[in-house]
């Protein structure tokens, strides 16, 4: 058995990131997830430089797409649209992330397909969801960053001007919840054999994201308070002589720790830091006085004394380091493996592993409708009806 979810099979019509990621991690369990592409691909294949010969694959894609299968159907033909819904018929799971009404055009809203397959597991991605006035937004990270209170958690200090974090954070939050719902349904559908409608909007991901730490401030009706001195604090990142290291002091005892490490005793006993809550009231002061200390020796030196002192410290460390920390090479957290349209690639090893149902080895991400043939041939075409629909151009072959 290669993975948890082997056995259950995935319609994946979703296109850019929150939806592939989502169902990447499904395929990573060894779920069968085929990818539902127009003639044209993805569009995830075309946004960065490609780094192959034909165009079809950028390292997004790569890293978002890996372990499925791929069919090309032009979904404006109605023989492509028959191929779906015999797909979808015998499927567990289907995940779209069209603009609101796009599948109920194609007869392929829920309702419909409920009929076709009562057991289906139906998973709709959007942006802000299907109610409220943003409904018919077009809809990317920044959008939601911008909407949910994350820019402002990233505000600037002194100026508070609000700041994107560099990474499409809502995208890839919205993935792992979207994952974790389609586990959750298809456990309930085992306990009941009743599939149902699951819906993950960026926007109610995001703010569930934020909620426990970054809207304290706000959880209390009645008593909220503005955010911005939270925010406005310095970050942990300090720098050494020769780098960078981050360094946590919340309990009592790790800023004994800081203080033992540091050779500053006299810390313990300063009014502003002598106790957990007076150390976050003057969070401030506390985190510019540790930068001063931490400027004079090498990251070397204080990454021991502080680990010697059990005091969470780390180095910061740039991408390029992160492939060969010492850590990261021990724990085999990056695998290679050979993608015959681009060479040898690197992937992140799935973060969850299982003892009993380990999940099989990366495999490389598909051509566009590089598995139509075989996928049209489980569903019972023959194959002159399969050159038919490949000579009117209603599927894509590309063979990898």
């Given at each position: 058995?290669?993975?948890?979810?082997?056995?259950?099979?995935?319609?994946?019509?979703?296109?850019?990131?929150?939806?592939?990621?989502?169902?990447?991690?499904?395929?990573?369990?060894g779920a069968d997830?085929?990818?539902?592409?127009?003639?044209?691909?993805?569009?995830?294949?075309r946004t960065r430089?490609?780094?192959?010969?034909?165009?079809?694959?950028?390292?997004?894609?790569?890293?978002?797409?890996?372990?499925?299968?791929?069919?090309?159907?032009?979904?404006?033909?109605?023989?492509?649209?028959?191929?779906?819904?015999?797909?979808?018929?015998?499927?567990?799971?289907?995940?779209?992330?069209?603009?609101?009404?796009?599948?109920?055009?194609?007869?392929?809203?829920?309702?419909?397909?409920?009929?076709?397959?009562?057991?289906?597991?139906?998973?709709?991605?959007?942006?802000?969801?299907?109610?409220?006035?943003?409904?018919?937004?077009?809809?990317?990270?920044?959008?939601?960053?911008?909407?949910?209170?994350?820019?402002?958690?990233?505000?600037?200090?002194?100026?508070?001007?609000?700041?994107?974090?560099?990474?499409?954070?809502?995208?890839?939050?919205?993935?792992?919840?979207?994952?974790?719902?389609?586990?959750?349904?298809?456990?309930?559908?085992?306990?009941?054999?009743?599939?149902?409608?699951?819906?993950?909007?960026?926007?109610?991901?995001?703010?569930?994201?934020?909620?426990?730490?970054?809207?304290?401030?706000?959880?209390?009706?009645?008593?909220?308070?503005?955010?911005?001195?939270?925010?406005?604090?310095?970050?942990?990142?300090?720098?050494?002589?020769?780098?960078?290291?981050?360094?946590?002091?919340?309990?009592?005892?790790?800023?004994?720790?800081?203080?033992?490490?540091?050779?500053?005793?006299?810390?313990?006993?300063?009014?502003?830091?002598?106790?957990?809550?007076?150390?976050?009231?003057?969070?401030?002061?506390?985190?510019?006085?540790?930068?001063?200390?931490?400027?004079?020796?090498?990251?070397?030196?204080?990454?021991?004394?502080?680990?010697?002192?059990?005091?969470?410290?780390?180095?910061?460390?740039?991408?390029?380091?992160?492939?060969?920390?010492?850590?990261?090479?021990?724990?085999?957290?990056?695998?290679?493996?050979?993608?015959?349209?681009?060479?040898?690639?690197?992937?992140?090893?799935?973060?969850?592993?299982?003892?009993?149902?380990?999940?099989?080895?990366?495999?490389?991400?598909?051509?566009?409708?590089?598995?139509?043939?075989?996928?049209?041939?489980?569903?019972?075409?023959?194959?002159?009806?399969?050159?038919?629909?490949?000579?009117?151009?209603?599927?894509?072959?590309?063979?990898g």
């Amino acid at each position: 058995m290669a993975g948890p979810l082997s056995g259950v099979r995935v319609v994946d019509l979703t296109s850019v990131v929150s939806g592939p990621f989502a169902t990447m991690f499904l395929a990573d369990q060894g779920a069968d997830v085929i990818k539902v592409e127009p003639p044209v691909g993805d569009m995830t294949r075309r946004t960065r430089p490609p780094i192959d010969d034909d165009g079809q694959f950028s390292p997004m894609f790569i890293s978002t797409n890996r372990g499925k299968r791929s069919i090309s159907l032009d979904l404006k033909r109605p023989e492509g649209v028959e191929a779906l819904r015999k797909l979808i018929a015998r499927s567990d799971v289907l995940v779209q992330n069209f603009r609101p009404q796009v599948m109920e055009r194609l007869g392929l809203g829920e309702a419909a397909v409920r009929a076709l397959n009562p057991r289906l597991i139906y998973v709709s991605i959007s942006g802000v969801g299907d109610s409220g006035p943003y409904a018919g937004k077009r809809v990317y990270d920044p959008i939601i960053q911008g909407l949910s209170g994350f820019a402002d958690v990233q505000a600037q200090a002194g100026t508070r001007r609000p700041q994107m974090i560099r990474a499409i954070v809502a995208d890839k939050t919205t993935s792992v919840m979207t994952a974790q719902a389609i586990t959750a349904a298809l456990y309930a559908r085992e306990r009941t054999g009743v599939g149902q409608h699951v819906k993950v909007a960026m926007l109610d991901a995001m703010i569930a994201f934020l909620w426990p730490e970054a809207m304290t401030n706000y959880v209390v009706v009645g008593r909220e308070a503005p955010a911005g001195d939270h925010n406005a604090r310095p970050d942990l990142v300090f720098a050494t002589i020769d780098g960078y290291i981050t360094a946590g002091t919340i309990s009592d005892s790790e800023w004994a720790g800081f203080c033992k490490a540091t050779d500053r005793p006299d810390l313990l006993d300063d009014e502003r830091f002598n106790s957990q809550g007076k150390r976050a009231a003057n969070a401030t002061e506390r985190i510019t006085l540790m930068g001063e200390i931490l400027a004079t020796r090498t990251t070397e030196n204080w990454l021991k004394r502080l680990d010697d002192c059990d005091v969470p410290c780390a180095p910061v460390l740039r991408r390029a380091e992160v492939l060969t920390n010492e850590q990261v090479v021990a724990r085999e957290l990056i695998a290679e493996y050979v993608h015959s349209g681009v060479g040898r690639v690197r992937q992140a090893r799935p973060a969850a592993q299982f003892s009993a149902t380990p999940g099989r080895a990366p495999s490389a991400a598909p051509w566009i409708g590089q598995h139509s043939r075989e996928i049209l041939a489980e569903l019972g075409y023959g194959a002159e009806e399969i050159d038919g629909l490949a000579n009117t151009t209603v599927i894509r072959e590309v063979k990898g």
